[in-house]
């Protein structure tokens, strides 16, 4: 079936060849949101428990990752607003004072594929550009992140500011090489994932 091909050339990170089989897909007379949903969030979900369970490495998800992009540039233009239901906005970024973004790209990519808009602020980003652009962007979930325990602390001001100025409304997810659970309990955030993948299905289940 197409749609079990789709899944494999995702997972085996073929770009190119994936944006062939989605086009032939759509000849065949598949709609995008079955494209999306049976083929490569499925693939997606493998390469997330994959990666989770120390199966595959980042260089494998990036792959898997470049060949997502690859068949949604296909299925874009195509893409009528409510065809693929959007699960929540989830605004992300580096804290302050940290330049580290490998982690933080890799949870993009796994809340993309999960059906989350993502607003990506990048690296080095102040509590006040987080909260402001999830009041702006209506956005659910603030997702932080820190390599470095001397940039992890600046997680609470996000989760202080964000209480005070959303009411709570906005939840703030954190996660990084030094952060812990225990650290997430102390600051008050709403919670904390190990890697990517977990990061995906804790969104899930703060929108739910």
Same mark, same amino acid.
Request: charged residues 25%; contains cysteine.
């Given at each position: 079936?197409?749609?079990?091909?789709?899944?494999? %050339?995702?997972?085996? #990170?073929?770009?190119?060849?994936?944006?062939?089989?989605?086009?032939?897909? =759509?000849?065949?007379?598949?709609?995008?949101?079955?494209?999306?949903?049976?083929?490569?969030?499925?693939?997606?979900?493998?390469? #997330?428990?994959? !990666?989770?369970?120390?199966?595959?490495?980042?260089?494998?998800?990036?792959?898997?990752?470049?060949?997502?992009?690859?068949?949604?540039?296909?299925?874009?233009? $195509?893409?009528?607003?409510?065809?693929?239901?959007?699960?929540?906005?989830?605004?992300?970024?580096?804290?302050?004072?940290? %330049?580290?973004?490998?982690?933080?790209?890799?949870?993009?990519?796994? =809340?993309?594929?999960?059906? !989350?808009?993502?607003?990506?602020?990048?690296?080095?980003?102040?509590?006040?550009?987080?909260?402001?652009?999830?009041?702006?962007?209506?956005?659910?979930?603030?997702?932080?992140?820190?390599?470095?325990?001397?940039?992890?602390?600046?997680?609470?001001?996000?989760?202080? $500011?964000?209480?005070?100025?959303?009411?709570?409304?906005?939840?703030?997810?954190?996660? #990084?090489?030094?952060?812990? %659970?225990? !650290?997430?309990? %102390?600051? #008050?955030?709403?919670?904390?994932?190990?890697?990517?993948?977990?990061?995906?299905? $804790?969104?899930?289940? $703060?929108?739910?």
């Amino acid at each position: 079936m197409i749609l079990d091909e789709i899944s494999e %050339q995702l997972i085996i #990170g073929r770009a190119p060849v994936l944006a062939d089989t989605v086009k032939k897909a =759509l000849d065949e007379g598949y709609v995008p949101a079955q494209i999306i949903n049976g083929g490569l969030i499925k693939g997606m979900d493998v390469i #997330g428990e994959r !990666f989770k369970n120390n199966e595959v490495f980042v260089p494998e998800v990036m792959m898997a990752a470049r060949a997502m992009k690859a068949a949604m540039e296909v299925l874009k233009p $195509l893409l009528k607003s409510g065809d693929v239901s959007e699960k929540g906005t989830v605004v992300i970024g580096t804290v302050k004072g940290d %330049q580290h973004d490998i982690g933080k790209n890799l949870v993009a990519i796994m =809340l993309e594929s999960k059906g !989350f808009r993502v607003i990506d602020l990048g690296v080095n980003v102040a509590p006040e550009k987080y909260v402001e652009t999830a009041i702006k962007e209506n956005a659910d979930i603030i997702a932080c992140s820190a390599l470095l325990t001397t940039t992890m602390i600046n997680m609470k001001a996000v989760v202080e $500011l964000a209480k005070e100025k959303t009411d709570s409304k906005v939840k703030v997810m954190i996660g #990084g090489a030094p952060v812990t %659970q225990s !650290f997430c309990d %102390q600051i #008050g955030a709403d919670g904390y994932s190990e890697d990517a993948a977990a990061a995906a299905e $804790l969104a899930e289940r $703060l929108v739910s």
